[in-house]
T-cell receptor, first 109, second 114 residues
């Protein structure tokens, strides 16, 4: 079957750096995306990796290793507003995108 | 504002009933996805349409169906509703040009089955 594994929750301190991992097992792979979702809100797109390596967008960075079927999202200079759920998603081709169950990030003062 | 519009925002209905959820994608987006999110759960892919045609199917129950109309809006029909169908239903759209995993989500319809 196809699956994406993410830790269920992570807690970090304001100003710190946090890494959220995603491992995947899918029949096809076109790219790995990350989405942020605040409670009661809609998921919003953060980043996309199609090739191995690190992509940086401001305080957010996303990494992909296709040989390891692994990626992570790195958040720097954590702020209280970063408390949310973070989902990784794999585009498996055939117009189908599969989401992980998400990691709930708690940022403490 | 993502540009994706979903109606209604909230829906309360009884078991056994049928409801229709509506989605208008971003202007110019040909692809529409439907997802279900139960309480404290991840996003479960239901179905995807591209320019009016069904392109991918996920874990969608036989009691559920969807379609995309010529004006590209989409409807998700849920019938013979059960208590377990209570969830947030999201619609997303993308252009499927270039970075096709960048999907834009609507605010969702919260369905409560009582």
């Amino acid at each position: 079957g196809q699956s994406l594994e993410q830790p269920s929750e992570v807690t970090a301190v304001e100003g710190a750096i946090v890494q959220m991992n995603c491992t995947y097992q899918t029949s096809g792979f076109y790219g790995l995306s990350w989405y942020q979702q605040h409670d009661g809100g809609a998921p919003t797109f953060l980043s996309y990796n199609a090739l191995d390596g690190l992509e940086e967008t401001g305080r957010f960075s996303s990494f992909l290793s296709r040989s390891d079927s692994y990626g992570y999202l790195l958040l720097q200079e954590l702020q209280m507003k970063d408390s949310a759920s973070y989902f990784c998603a794999v585009n498996t081709g055939g117009f189908k995108t599969i989401f992980g169950a998400g990691t709930r990030l708690f940022v403490k003062a | 504002d993502s540009g994706v519009t979903q109606t209604p925002k909230h829906l309360i209905t009884a078991t056994g009933q049928r409801v229709t959820l509506r989605c208008s994608p971003r202007s110019g987006d040909l692809s529409v996805y439907w997802y279900q999110q139960s309480l404290d759960q991840g996003l479960q892919f239901l179905i995807q349409y591209y320019n009016g045609e069904e392109r991918a199917k996920g874990n969608i129950l036989e009691r559920f169906s969807a379609q995309q109309f010529p004006d590209l809006h989409s409807e998700l029909n849920l019938s013979s509703l059960e208590l377990g169908d209570s969830a947030l239903y999201f619609c997303a759209s993308s252009s499927l040009r270039g970075r096709d995993t960048e999907a834009f989500f609507g605010q969702g319809t919260r369905l409560t089955v009582v």
